[in-house]
């Protein structure tokens, strides 16, 4: 049996991979220090959760693979200590992959969109270098993800390591933090408890949203074809919305009025978000599967039994 080591392990990513992949037979090791997440039960014989903090050395683990997901991954997380989420994706990153390096364990790194910033083109494609201000709070996040990037391509170009690297596009569903501020989360919680929907700006910027079984889909996809370094891949689904829209969406499947407040626009907020899928599709013949309906009312339905 595979052992699977998911540093962020009790995060909304990391809850939905790890659920995933004792599903199919894995042992799942989960590290996280609740920095920007809570803990879970998750009572199965082949799961196995350490607390620890990856700023400092990673412990001694037997596994064979290992998803680095640890870090605070929405705004209200990562600027309540921005320094502390550099540190994460600088230091812990280089624990990781120190520790991978002497174990001889492949990894994958799980980063973001926000490493392309606030986009200039339309669509962003993996080559695309950003357009991120560096001296701004926000970027701690950005600009951590993106040094986080180099040192996983730096330690496989100088020890040989079988690397990945993903880039994420907002994604939504179940385990989600009813408090960390995403959208989604956000309308779902104020429309389910009779408040009115806070829109920042004027709406019109536009976000791609991908459900969490697609990603999850996805990230498994890289356990058996981890040999050959492909460079970083996008994760997302091509349905690009503006965040009015989301909120009309949400408004008229909780069948209620369109209530909302603007509130103005957070400094360097990106515009648009859509992401150029067809590296995934072609090397691994992966989409998103999940349509917005569908998953929009999946999370619904798991806000309502847990708020």
Same mark, same amino acid.
């Given at each position: 049996?595979?052992?699977?080591?998911?540093?962020?392990?009790?995060?909304?990513i990391?809850t939905?991979?790890t659920?995933?992949?004792?599903?199919?037979?894995?042992?799942v090791?989960?590290?996280?220090?609740?920095?920007?997440?809570?803990?879970?039960?998750?009572?199965?014989?082949?799961?196995?959760?350490?607390?620890?903090?990856?700023?400092?050395k990673?412990p001694?683990?037997?596994?064979?693979?290992?998803?680095?997901?640890?870090?605070?991954?929405?705004?209200?997380?990562?600027?309540?200590?921005?320094?502390?989420?550099?540190?994460?994706?600088?230091?812990?990153?280089?624990?990781?992959?120190?520790?991978?390096?002497?174990?001889k364990?492949?990894?994958?790194?799980?980063s973001?969109s926000?490493?392309?910033?606030?986009?200039?083109?339309?669509?962003?494609?993996e080559?695309?270098?950003?357009?991120?201000?560096?001296?701004?709070e926000?970027?701690?996040?950005d600009?951590?993800?993106?040094?986080?990037?180099?040192?996983?391509?730096? #330690?496989?170009?100088?020890?040989?390591?079988p690397?990945?690297i993903t880039?994420?596009?907002?994604?939504?569903?179940?385990y989600?933090?009813s408090e960390?501020g995403?959208?989604?989360?956000?309308?779902?919680?104020?429309?389910?408890?009779?408040?009115?929907?806070?829109?920042?700006?004027?709406?019109s910027?536009t976000?791609?949203?991908?459900?969490?079984?697609?990603?999850v889909?996805?990230?498994?996809?890289?356990?058996?074809?981890?040999?050959?370094y492909?460079?970083?891949?996008?994760?997302?689904?091509?349905?690009?919305?503006q965040?009015?829209e989301?909120?009309?969406?949400?408004?008229?499947?909780l069948?209620?009025?369109?209530? #909302?407040?603007?509130?103005?626009?957070p400094?360097?907020?990106?515009?648009?978000?859509?992401?150029?899928?067809?590296?995934?599709?072609?090397?691994f013949?992966?989409?998103?599967?999940?349509?917005?309906?569908?998953?929009?009312?999946?999370?619904?339905?798991?806000?309502?039994?847990?708020?």
């Open positions: 049996m595979k052992k699977i080591l998911i540093t962020g392990g009790m995060g909304f990391g939905n991979l659920n995933k992949l004792l599903s199919l037979g894995y042992h090791i989960s590290i996280d220090n609740f920095f920007s997440s809570k803990r879970k039960i998750i009572n199965h014989n082949n799961f196995t959760f350490i607390e620890h903090d990856i700023i400092n990673i001694t683990i037997d596994c064979d693979f290992i998803f680095h997901i640890a870090c605070p991954a929405s705004p209200i997380q990562y600027l309540k200590d921005t320094l502390y989420t550099l540190d994460v994706n600088y230091i812990g990153t280089k624990n990781v992959l120190d520790f991978a390096k002497n174990k364990i492949p990894i994958l790194f799980s973001t926000e490493i392309y910033g606030d986009p200039l083109i339309p669509v962003q494609h080559e695309y270098f950003g357009n991120v201000y560096p001296p701004s926000r970027s701690s996040y600009e951590g993800k993106r040094v986080a990037e180099t040192l996983v391509y730096n #330690y496989h170009i100088k020890y040989d390591m690397v990945q880039r994420h596009f907002n994604t939504y569903g179940p989600m933090d960390d995403r959208v989604i989360s956000n309308f779902i919680i104020q429309g389910l408890t009779n408040k009115k929907m806070t829109i920042y700006g004027d709406g910027q976000r791609s949203f991908c459900y969490i079984d697609d990603c889909n996805a990230l498994i996809k890289f356990l058996e074809n981890y040999k050959i492909h460079g970083p891949i996008n994760i997302g689904h091509v349905n690009e919305m965040i009015i989301i909120a009309d969406f949400i408004s008229d499947t069948k209620i009025d369109k209530n #909302y407040i603007f509130q103005e626009l400094n360097n907020d990106p515009k648009i978000r859509k992401p150029d899928i067809s590296k995934i599709n072609k090397i013949n992966w989409k998103p599967k999940i349509n917005l309906k569908e998953g929009i009312v999946n999370t619904i339905n798991y806000f309502r039994e847990t708020i």
